[in-house]
């Protein structure tokens, strides 16, 4: 049964300390939701927790944090843990924790691919496996993912990345299927550049950011998917990036092939411009 109100429902939201998860708690605060933020910066979890209480002062729902890095098993059933044992019950799981980096496939470690996708793709399993039994004894809990367009695209410089993204895609497809009829519902966001502390790290160059979707936007559309239980929520307002959207939902190889070429046009400009 879709979630359509929020008011004292339960919601655990992790990369609460930063960009679309802590736009999402403050919007989940503003409708009357508990909320608990995770995040493994704990500085920025407790700054974040002071904004979310502060950000509406009429809110009727409670506002607690933990330290959690979502790539540890046992910490996030702690958090899953924390949030029942606190409030009772547990509606809503936001995985927005994430890292994104680019780079060269040659330049691109192993290490570096691990870790994206035990941050990003196993972070997001460590949640369900943690939430799941309290949500199917409630019969009733809902699942937001952040995947990214780049979880229906090849991007280049952004093969980890992206292979992270696809992996949530995939993850949340199987998961729909095999919670169907159970009560528990999962909505898979797929935004194109938002402008939060992610897009102005190093290695992003090459990557034509153009951040067209603030944060407190994409937390909007969250809830509105949420209340009406939509499977995709995808925003990518950039025309280049919708364009490719389209294409690559008839025919992936036109798709690739377009954007294979715009990136060695880039990258021969880019070379002859050095070269001056
Ligand atoms: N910003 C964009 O352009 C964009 C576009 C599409 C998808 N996304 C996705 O949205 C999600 C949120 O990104 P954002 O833009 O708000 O970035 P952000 O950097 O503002 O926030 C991410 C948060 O995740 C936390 N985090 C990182 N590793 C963690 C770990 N191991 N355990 C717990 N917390 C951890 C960070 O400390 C940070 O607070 C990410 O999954 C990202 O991939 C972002």
Redesign the pocket.
Known sequence: MALTNFADTVAVI??????????TAKALHAKGAHVVL????SR??QQ?EEQVRQSTTEAQGKVVSMT?????EQQVQALMQKAVETFGRLDLVV??????RGGSIDEFTAFEMQTMM???FM?IYHCVRAALPTMRQQQAGHFVF?????GKLGVAFLTG?CAS?WAVRGFSSALRVELYGTGIDVTT???????????H?EKMEHLN?R?M?T?DQ?AAEILQAVRENRRDLTLAPNPDIALLLEIMKSDPDKAEQLAGEAFRRQMAQLSAQQSK
């Open positions: 992790t990369g609460g300390a930063s960009g679309i998860g802590l736009a995770a995040d493994s910066n920025g979890l974040a959690t890095d979502v790539t540890n995985a927005s924790a994430g890292i994104g035990n941050i990003n972070g952040l995947s990214s367009v780049a990345y993204k966001v797929y935004p194109a550049w938002v402008e939060t502390p992610m897009v790290q950011v951040a979707l944060a994409v």
